[in-house]
């Protein structure tokens, strides 16, 4: 709890335009619906809505004061904080409310186009099994401990990001790992998180549609690291890690200045993998690091996945966990939810849900599928309506590539018609379709999903791309329930 007064010290150039700065304010939100009983109302101003237009139903819900950046008509009993930029205030005053919680604990933040969800989900195993006690925040959920919940956006925004990391700090969690989103670091939700440990995953076209240039993109992903070698911060011990074999590392590396571990399986990283061994089901290497080897031995599959590792590793050294520990840890690590999951009932052929949405995400998958296969490559894909569609062809030419009979169908289609989206797609299908290979364009996914299943043959990989843990569909006026995992179980049980 707060007063007002205390609130108006922590926001530059906010002045209070009526009521009085004794009023205790017991919650802030953004959110007219959130409203409670001695409440800050932020009204922000947006592309769709404009938050100043709430203020009466704030105020009859128990808001005791506003923040707003347009003159407003308040009761005498209500406080009126006027900014020129709400945002830029509900990022000061917020993570000040909460009195910092990224400040009592360790903070890891991995950003890069793939990889985010498993990596913090590894780094999280590795420091359970030294007993720290770990929250982590991404696509898939929140966790606290072992408790889930669920999350809206990669990275939330300011209000609910640091109501998160206030419930983490009361629930005794030493160190918080956190997916960080090009979206969040452009707009500013992680305001007020001083990370500790930064790690770059990789780079690949993604986000345009937001972005509008991948320079632009890469320059929010290089954000965390300008953050984490910042002076003068309140914590001490910080470091970065970052792939070197991305085509992109050596930019990020030119702004970082803080401790730095690199990671390659090319020969030219701090942490090095080598001799590499992938299966259908487990991947082995060892890793060079310090003129020492250690044996890697995982129940995970696929490239992608010995680089995610490697990133693992790096933070936890940063953490201060030794390498022997490390790789004890790493022995018992399986799946993430959603992330190359294998869907198993019996079947003499292989059924992998993974989450691979962007192009470099679907040849990962692929490249990984056309190692461990026997026979043909079954793709059942497509591409999320209202986000890059530029994208579209390049990832039906991916499909072309690698499959050899493509199911291209709908994925989230949002306000676009699913039809058009598609046949977007399909252009790039067509165009680099091999000899032997063919496609169907079936806009109902789980039609496609079941035909796929219906195809495939002993010794087949099918591939069902773009959803992985998700458990809806977003269609234009509703969304619905839809989980590729029950619908490829259903399919096979029919079969």
Do not use: W
Request: charged share 25%; net charge negative.
């Amino acid at each position: 709890m707060k007063t007002v007064r205390e609130l108006l010290q922590s926001i530059h150039g906010a002045t209070l335009t009526s009521g009085a700065d004794t009023i205790e304010v017991k919650q802030i939100t953004a959110d007219s619906r959130e409203v409670k009983e001695g409440s800050l109302f932020i009204c922000l101003s947006g592309a769709h809505v404009n938050g100043h237009t709430f203020v009466d139903k704030a105020v009859a819900s128990g808001a005791v004061a506003l923040l707003v950046s347009e003159p407003v008509s308040a009761p005498d009993h209500v406080a009126v904080i006027t900014v020129a930029d709400t945002r830029v205030a509900m990022q000061e005053c917020v993570p000040f409310f909460y009195d910092y919680p990224a400040n009592k604990m360790r903070m890891i933040g991995v950003t890069g186009t793939n990889g985010k969800t498993t990596t913090t989900h590894i780094i999280g195993h590795i420091l359970r099994a030294q007993g720290h006690k770990v929250g982590i925040i991404g696509t898939v959920h929140t966790l606290i401990g072992d408790t889930a919940y669920p999350i809206h956006n990669t990275t939330p925004d300011v209000v609910d990001l640091q109501h998160i990391l206030c419930q983490m700090v009361a629930e005794g969690v030493t160190h918080c790992i956190m997916e960080v989103s090009s979206h969040a670091l452009a707009l500013g939700r992680v305001a007020g998180v001083e990370y500790d440990t930064a790690v770059f995953t990789n780079l690949t076209q993604d986000h345009l549609d937001f972005h509008k240039t991948f320079e632009n993109y890469l320059a929010a992903k290089c954000k965390l690291f300008e953050q984490v070698s910042a002076p003068n911060q309140f914590k001490k011990n910080k470091g970065a890690v970052i792939n070197i074999d991305d085509p992109y590392g050596e930019q990020v590396m030119a702004k970082n200045s803080a401790p730095l571990i690199t990671y390659s399986t090319k020969g030219q990283g701090t942490l090095e993998g080598e001799k590499l061994t992938i299966t259908s089901k487990t991947s082995s290497y060892d890793v060079v690091y310090e003129g020492k080897e250690y044996p890697i031995h995982m129940k995970i599959t696929g490239l992608f996945n010995v680089y995610n590792t490697l990133a693992a590793i790096g933070a936890a050294l940063f953490e201060g966990v030794s390498m022997e520990a490390i790789v004890e840890a790493l022995k018992n690590f399986t799946a993430v939810p959603g992330r190359f999951e294998l869907v198993e009932e019996g079947q003499d052929f292989a059924v992998v849900v993974d989450y691979a949405h962007t192009p470099d995400g679907l040849e990962n998958i692929l490249e990984t599928a056309k190692k461990i296969v026997d026979r043909q490559i079954l793709v059942v894909f497509g591409c999320g309506g209202d986000r890059d569609a530029t994208k579209r062809p390049i990832m039906g030419g991916i499909a072309a590539k690698y499959g050899d009979k493509i199911y291209v169908t709908s994925d989230n289609p949002r306000t676009e018609d699913p039809e058009q989206i598609v046949a977007q797609v399909a252009e790039g299908v067509k165009e680099h379709l091999r000899d032997n290979s063919s496609y169907k364009v079936i806009t109902d996914r789980r039609e496609a999903i079941f035909e796929a299943i219906r195809d495939a043959q002993k010794g087949d990989v099918v591939i069902i791309a773009g959803k992985g843990h998700e458990d809806y569909q977003i269609l234009k006026d509703k969304t619905i329930h839809f989980d590729d995992r029950e619908v490829a179980r259903d399919a096979l049980k029919e079969r």
